[in-house]
Nanobody, 124 residues
Framework: VQLQASGGGLVQAGGSLTLSCAVS????????IAWFRQAPGKEREGISC????????YHIQSVRGRFTISRDNAKNTVNLQMNSLKPEDTAVYYC??????????????????WGQGTQVTVSS
């Protein structure tokens, strides 16, 4: 199983980035895919998730309205469109694959497969 995260970079506040998570080695449409981020000295934080069926999405309050998660089951890819970026969005972003229940959707322990992370830096 491999999850390949890409698309990070350096952007000014107010700018946009699109992260991609390419998944291989598992039955893609049987897994929910989530994006987490981890800033230095902080715990890994679940920010966005898209379900394995019906494309239901979840975003934490701090990114709601700015970030959009989507999946392309034909390409085994999940994208995270990030708009209106803020310096506090600076972190390493990871994608994870799992089968969480609703109450565990933002918990790292609910995801068994992880990508390597991609750095997002937002300058003020």
């Amino acid at each position: 199983v491999q999850l390949q995260a890409s698309g990070g970079g350096l952007v000014q506040a107010g700018g946009s980035l699109t992260l991609s998570c390419a998944v291989s080695g598992l039955s893609f449409d049987d897994y929910a895919i989530a994006w987490f981020r981890q800033a230095p000295g902080k715990e890994r934080e679940g920010i966005s998730c898209i379900s394995r069926k019906y494309d239901s999405t979840y975003h934490i309050q701090s990114v709601r309205g700015r970030f959009t998660i989507s999946r392309d089951n034909a390409k085994n890819t999940v994208n995270l469109q990030m708009n209106s970026l803020k310096p506090e969005d600076t972190a390493v972003y990871y994608c994870g694959a799992g089968r969480p229940i609703l109450s565990t959707i933002s918990r790292p322990s609910a995801y068994g497969y992880w990508g390597q992370g991609t750095q997002v830096t937002v300058s003020s």
